[in-house]
């Protein structure tokens, strides 16, 4: 743990002698992220535990007319990599994605983001047991809505952020809902973030779209069945980051997440539960 921590911290400061140089007026922009998370929660759900993950995004500040309706595409990849590569016996794959959107600002407090989201595992075996699907690779479209909330007229200081998406996986025939808050407060420099999330899980094909006939000894040749499933849940973040100059901050936050995926016992692999973990990252922006 300890050599981890340090070598993100090297990391940080021999990106930020570069990050420092940035140009706040260019149309492009390019970031990358890296963080350490105790455990791997998504949807809700907990499926690796120690991890090493890294965002590279690249953003276009489209020229625009007017300041009312601003376009900003952009792509991310992303890849998450286990640092121990069992749970609970399980081999566990890598997971790593490509999403291409943009977003649409609307005046100064709307935001409009939509786009399509590639997920891919790289050992199909393992990836079976990471995404709770026979599929090795699922395809997503979504659109996302953000929107200042004030709730005192005249004071930014108790403005919030609202979010909501939908998003629908063909290849499991999901789709999922989420609602956010977020309120970031200003600490002499620091920033504390607090966010809360609500989501919706409705899935139509838990097994995926690439299922086909196992052989059992014993027992024959069968084909998995579609299998249905949903389930809600909860999650919480505080985050604290800190700037090392223009274009780095660093940070530690704690996560809290909950689902409520009980029903169907042949489904959920043991994730009715709660989960508590903490991140540590370093971001930087050319």
């Known amino acids: 743990m300890k050599k981890i921590i340090t070598a993100v911290a090297v990391a940080a400061f021999g990106v930020s002698a570069f990050a420092q140089e940035v140009a706040q007026e260019n149309d492009f922009a390019v970031s990358a992220k890296f963080d350490f998370e105790s455990r791997y929660v998504k949807e809700g759900k907990r499926y690796v535990n120690e991890n090493m993950q890294t965002t590279i995004s690249f953003k276009y500040f489209a020229p625009s007319t007017s300041s009312d309706l601003v376009f900003t595409p952009y792509a991310d990849f992303f890849w998450m990599s286990p640092t121990s590569n069992e749970r609970k016996g399980m081999p566990i794959s890598d997971e790593g994605s490509f999403t291409l959107g943009s977003e649409i600002a609307i005046g100064e407090t709307l935001m409009l983001d939509f786009g399509y989201k590639y997920t891919g595992w790289n050992d199909r075996i393992s990836g079976i047991g990471m995404n709770r699907a026979y599929v090795n690779r699922t395809n997503e479209i979504y659109f996302g809505l953000t929107k200042t909330l004030s709730l005192s007229d005249g004071d930014p200081e108790w403005d919030l952020q609202g979010s909501a998406y939908v998003r629908y996986d063909w290849n499991r025939e999901q789709l999922s809902y989420e609602l956010g808050l977020k309120k970031a407060f200003d600490l002499n ?71 409520n995926d009980g029903d169907d016992q042949a489904y959920n692999w043991d994730n009715n539960s709660s989960n508590l973990w903490w991140g540590a990252w370093i971001n930087f922006r050319y």
Do not use: H, M
């Open 189 to 259: 420099g620091a920033t504390l973030a607090l966010g809360a999330v609500y989501g919706y899980i409705d899935c139509n094909k838990v097994w995926g779209d690439q299922r086909g006939a196992l052989g059992v000894p014993g027992y024959g040749t069968f084909t998995l069945p579609k299998g249905g499933n949903d389930y809600g849940y909860v999650a919480v973040t505080a985050d604290l980051s800190c700037p090392i100059n223009e274009g780095t901050d660093v940070g530690i936050g704690v996560r809290y997440a909950y689902n």
